[in-house]
């Protein structure tokens, strides 16, 4: 019986066992418990709780926060290649730049030496979580990032004091940072921009370890948000949007096309004792007067009919860009009615000799060409007296007259303009910069024409194009500020052959000059009037002498 008990009481387990699970199973299938909230397998981020969401994704990448922010998954992977060469790449300049920090120490509170004993940013390269790029009228490129690094460097400082060696290590480094970025300006030389003005938007985010004598630093109570916050504060303070960190690319002086400084008045006077190139009269002389390093046309003197002591007292105005390095070219001839103008003589003066506002008087001996080893220069050519002045413009005049303070400077350039900035003379700088979305009926070859109490100006023709890039500047001198005047541009299409309908108008526009004169400069797209989607870009600038 004790046999057949046992027997039958293993058979009646493994039957319940079994009956068991078939009823539950059933009951699992056919009765679904009612607390139990049915998500879909992929649930939109608006459905879903927000503390859910916090849970499940406690930092979103800023692509994710900000639709207008892309993705630059593709940047990241070129990072993490590069990141062993750019490890040992930024380390060097880690290194080259701290050692005359170090070596300031040196000496001091009995220090005997500082050096990097170990030097590495670690294995995992930081990561862009978005980026924005802005569009801009002026010539730049400007786009906001960013930039996380939860990364695992090992910095290790070996300081000597007396005879104590003390090493001091930053482990666990993070970081987290927005910040906008602005290559500028454009210039036709590689890699085509002269600089990277770089600044956060919000105060960055820090935290890392320090190790000392192998505890951690970190963990003293209340020394780690005090580190964090003072690290945090003095970044913010050094380059917090609009403080800016500025790093050249290129030499100031390659490709930048520089802007007018000032106005250069020359009084050509008179000249003594001419060379008389004529056989059967004397000589009918000119002066031609130019600044070295400037596109625009020479301006001219009238000719001064058989004489060998002509008297011009003419006045010029030319527009100045470097006072340091440009220079006066003035270059006589001999008018002739029928072929090449003979070459009376020649002079340079260097504007740097001048002092600003201050009137100079000069007699110069002309000399064939500016090569000291030319012999014809010891032939005696005369002479050329002339008058000069250098006035820089009233918004450049901090260049020319002494250091100021910055906030001396602030004010200057922040003051409201005065009545003489509104009613005295100044310069008008107009660059036609490009068109977009025109389009002739019979040709579309487009070109600029800019008309300014009658005077005209033309920009170069484009051949088959609906937006056209000119990049052409305009220059009026004006004897009083032109508060009541418009300007009139109008882009034309001039066929490349000749035949009918040879000139074609795409479109006008006015553009009322007293907000510049208020201003001192715009820089917009306008509509271009009589044409379908046609815009004008145009940057207009005012300069008080």
């Known amino acids: 019986m004790g046999f057949l008990g046992s027997l039958l009481g293993i058979f009646g387990f493994g039957v319940g066992i ?72 930024i380390c060097g300049i880690i290194k080259s730049t701290s050692e005359p920090i170090f070596a300031e120490y040196i000496g001091k509170y009995q220090i005997k030496s500082i050096e990097f004993e170990q030097l590495t940013l670690g294995t995992i390269p930081p990561r862009l979580h978005g980026i924005k790029v802005y569009d801009s009228n002026e010539k730049e490129l400007l786009f906001e990032f960013a930039v996380r690094w939860a990364g695992n460097p090992n910095i290790v400082v070996a300081l000597k004091l007396l005879s104590l060696q003390i090493s001091v290590q930053l482990v666990d480094f993070q970081m987290a940072a927005t910040a906008r970025a602005t290559l500028k300006p454009f210039v036709p030389t590689f890699p085509c921009f002269s600089s990277i003005i770089v600044s956060l938007t919000k105060k960055p985010e820090v935290d890392f370890g320090l190790k000392l004598i192998g505890g951690d630093l970190m963990a003293i109570p209340g020394l780690h948000h005090f580190v964090q916050e003072t690290i945090s504060k003095q970044v913010a303070r050094l380059y917090l949007w609009p403080q800016t960190l500025d790093i050249p690319i290129l030499d100031s002086s390659i490709g930048v096309v520089k802007k007018p400084v000032g106005i250069l008045h020359v009084k050509v006077l008179r000249a003594h004792k001419l060379l008389n190139m004529d056989f059967l009269s004397k000589s009918d002389p000119y002066v031609k007067l130019s600044l070295g390093g400037d596109r625009l046309p020479a301006n001219k003197t009238t000719v001064k009919m058989n004489t060998l002591n ?230 207009i600038r005012w300069k008080v002498i």
Not at 36 to 44: A, G, I, L, M, W
Not at 54 to 65: A, F, G, K, R, Y
Not at 414 to 420: A, H, V
């Open 18 to 89: 079994s009956i068991g699970l078939v009823v539950g199973y059933f009951l699992f299938i056919y009765f679904e418990p009612k607390d139990v909230k049915d998500y879909p397998e992929s649930t939109p981020f608006d459905e879903i709780e927000p503390n859910s969401l916090i849970d499940l994704l406690p930092e979103l990448p800023l692509w994710v926060m900000n639709p207008d922010y892309e993705r630059v998954d593709w940047f990241n992977e070129f990072i993490a290649n590069m990141w062993p060469y750019l490890d040992k790449a």
């Open 310 to 539: 002509p008297v011009w007292d003419e006045d010029f105005k030319l527009t100045v860009k470097d006072p340091e390095a440009q220079v006066l070219q003035l270059h006589l001839y001999d008018w002739e009615k029928i072929g090449a103008h003979d070459k009376l003589g020649m002079q340079v003066v260097p504007l740097k000799m001048l002092n600003p506002y201050e009137k100079k008087e000069l007699t110069l001996d002309l000399v064939h060409s500016t090569n000291p080893n030319d012999p014809q220069n010891k032939k005696p050519r005369g002479q050329i007296m002339l008058e000069m002045s250098f006035i820089p413009f009233q918004e450049d005049n901090i260049k020319f007259s002494g250091p100021l303070s910055f906030h001396e400077r602030k004010e200057s350039i922040s003051s409201l303009p005065d009545d003489t900035s509104l009613r005295g003379a100044g310069l008008l700088l107009v660059t036609v910069i490009a068109a977009e979305d025109v389009e002739g009926k019979h040709h579309t070859n487009p070109y600029a024409v800019v008309v300014l109490r009658g005077e005209k100006r033309k920009t170069k023709a484009m051949n088959k194009t609906w937006n056209p890039k000119w990049e052409e500047e305009f220059q009026f001198m004006l004897e009083e500020a032109p508060l009541k005047d418009l300007i009139h541009i109008e882009v034309k299409s001039k066929k490349r052959r000749f035949g009918f309908r040879s000139k074609e108008l795409l479109g006008y526009v006015d553009i009322q000059l007293m907000d510049v004169i208020y201003n001192g400069r715009i820089n917009e797209k306008y509509h271009l009037i009589n044409s379908k989607d046609g815009i004008l870009h145009v940057d």
